[in-house]
């Protein structure tokens, strides 16, 4: 069995979590379940996802878990017509990142994207522009003029955990690109935000948000401060192995595998 596999047995109780004493070394949160994560991608592949966003999200989870996503993988890029997905910044940038995390790049993807942006921007809209510039990055483009964007427009209407995690990340991104680490100030300061923003219990109220804000502090430095919210997510996972209402939800789901599966890296490996 896949050792990842093994970490998150040893983190979930599907049933019922009885939740542990926290061990920092071993990140033993809750009890055995030896199928947990399994039961997961069982669970979406009987779900069949088709949007672009579904595969995207799929993707990226199985390649953190080494899941073999072939059918997934061969979906999303049929998908892709004159070099887009549904002709849509987001969709496109989704599925480049997913793709580019497999080691796949297409230079017409790259091109399409470029070719929107207008005056720094694409669109002049905070989610286009994150979501673009992280697939830039992924796919090994600077674009220094998106990120002096977004930090010059940040505002009080784009000071919401979910929006500002999606900022931290594209800038983080370009950063490490660039090597310039002109906006860790920034970054900072902006991640210590969303971490007083939490609920009590751990998250940030809803689970596809609470994913990109853990996703995007983990990525950032701040995966020490986030034991507790790995513990409020595991015990949000569905019976059926699924996260998310009425039965559960194919991003949510491929979202908490992601963020579990970064987790377990990051505690792997540091």
Known sequence: ?????????????INKPKKETLNTDCCIL??????????????????????????SRVVTAGSLWGIPNNDNTAHLIRMKQDGAWNDSIRETARACSALAGIGITFNDS??????????????????DTTYALAALADMGESNEGGCRWLVDNYCAEWE???TTALIITALWKQNKLSGSGAYGDFINERAEWILSQRETDGGWKFISTSNIVMQALMLVGFKDELDADIQWLLGEMNENGAWGKG????????????????????????
Do not use: C
């Open 1 to 13: 069995m896949n050792t990842g596999y093994n970490w998150v047995a040893k983190q979930i109780q």
């Open 30 to 55: 809750y009890s055995m379940n030896t199928d947990a994560v399994r039961k997961s991608f069982d669970w979406i592949k009987t779900r069949q996802p088709s949007s672009a966003k579904e595969l």
């Open 110 to 127: 790259k091109q399409w994207l470029l070719s929107h942006q207008h005056e720094d921007s694409w669109n002049e809209e905070v989610y």
């Open 160 to 162: 919401h955990v979910g």
């Open 247 to 270: 039965g559960g939800d194919v991003t949510a789901t491929a979202l908490g595998l992601t963020t579990v599966g970064q987790y377990y890296l990051q505690t792997k490996f540091y």
